[in-house]
T-cell receptor, first 110, second 116 residues
Framework: GQSLEQPSEVTAVEGAIVQINCTYQ??????LSWYQQHDGGAPTFLSY????GLEETGRFSSFLSRSDSYGYLLLQELQMKDSASYFC???????????FGTGTRLQVFP | DGGITQSPKYLFRKEGQNVTLSCEQN?????MYWYRQDPGQGLRLIYY???????QKGDIAEGYSVSREKKESFPLTVTSAQKNPTAFYLC???????????????FGAGSRLTVL
């Protein structure tokens, strides 16, 4: 079956850098996306990797390696407002389904 | 403002009752999705629809039903056959399929269903 695995929780302090990993077992997909969800809220899109390599969007960067079935989200200069859950997701070939990873809860401390 | 409206925001029901969650969008997006989220867990796909009058089962469709009679609307019915329906339900839309694009989903604010 299709699965995307993430660590359940990550903690860090303000100003630090944190990496959230996503390892997957899926058939073909178009690219790897990342979404952020604050408690009680709706997920919002953060970034996307269509090709292998690093994509940078402000303080956030995302990486994909299809040969290693692996990606990550890198958050720099952490702020308290970054405390949220983060999900990787892939859009599968042929089925038009977007499936999500298990999610990582990030807690940022002062 | 364009967006997705889910209602009700909170819903309580007794065991054995069917309940319908509403999802309305004015984004003119073609595709619509329903996801279920349990506490501390990821999003699991229930049903999705790419065009009007057509929809497909997701990974956990048992105990749920949908309809797509209008482009703007994609209601989800949680039936009494769903064994553990207490969860947070999220509706999402997608503008169009892109073979090389991000296929970004836009989510509604969600409906929280509690079975008493």
């Amino acid at each position: 079956g299709q699965s995307l695995e993430q660590p359940s929780e990550v903690t860090a302090v303000e100003g630090a850098i944190v990496q959230i990993n996503c390892t997957y077992q899926t058939s073909g997909f178009y690219g790897l996306s990342w979404y952020q969800q604050h408690d009680g809220g709706a997920p919002t899109f953060l970034s996307y990797n269509a090709l292998d390599g690093l994509e940078e969007t402000g303080r956030f960067s995302s990486f994909l390696s299809r040969s290693d079935s692996y990606g990550y989200l890198l958050l720099q200069e952490l702020q308290m407002k970054d405390s949220a859950s983060y999900f990787c997701a892939v859009f599968l070939y042929n089925t038009d389904k977007l499936i999500f990873g298990t999610g990582t809860r990030l807690q940022v401390f002062p | 403002d364009g967006g997705i409206t889910q209602s009700p925001k909170y819903l309580f029901r007794k065991e054995g009752q069917n309940v319908t969650l509403s999802c309305e969008q004015n984004l003119n997006h073609d595709a619509m999705y329903w996801y279920r989220q349990d506490p501390g867990q990821g999003l699991r796909l229930i049903y999705y629809s790419q065009i009007v009058n057509d929809f497909q089962k997701g990974d956990i469709a048992e105990g749920y039903s949908v309809s797509r009679e209008k482009k703007e609307s994609f209601p989800l019915t949680v039936t009494s056959a769903q064994k553990n329906p207490t969860a947070f339900y999220l509706c999402a839309t997608q503008r169009d399929k892109a073979r090389t694009g991000a296929n970004v989903l836009t989510f509604g604010a969600g409906s929280r269903l509690t079975v008493l």
